[in-house]
């Protein structure tokens, strides 16, 4: 067990180097879980995690996610059929934060737009009229089709 301060939290130096796998949530019960493509290392999704949905992950191996919006527990390609297959996950230094190495199970989308990842759109740095210019957005799936909206 990692050794406590005076204040009985522990210090950072121990939350660094232990092996326990000890997860810090947020005040809101949750914490960010970030999901790559175990092949390319390319960033499909962010999302965040309770206790029960990164329980069932660690049980099931495959990703699971809380709805901060609905608030309730979801599994990834419940609806779509498009499965993250979690093959290793890992936690941040001060372990309030996971990345998980996935394997895209149904479609190679990972977003619920139909795209292989979340983060199809870019920023403008330096320009004054804040566009986003879309990047790698084409659609893999019809979501209309697939989610009935």
Known sequence: MPSPTKEGTETSA???ETRRFS???GPDGTLPAVAVCATTGEVLML???????????LETG???????????????GETSGNVQ?????????DQDAVLMKVEMVGSP????????SCFYRV???????????????ERLFDPKKVYGK
């Open 85 to 93: 297959k979690v093959l290793e996950l890992r936690t941040d230094c």
């Open 109 to 116: 989308a990972a977003c619920h737009t139909g795209r292989r």
């Open 14 to 16: 121990t939350i660094e």
């Open 62 to 76: 495959e990703a699971h996610y809380f709805s901060r919006s609905r608030g309730k527990l979801w599994k990834k």
């Open 123 to 137: 920023a403008p740095i330096g320009e004054t009229n804040g566009e986003l210019r879309f990047a790698d957005a």
């Open 47 to 57: 999302a965040y995690m309770n206790q029960e949905a990164l329980d069932r992950t």
């Open 23 to 25: 997860p810090k949530f």
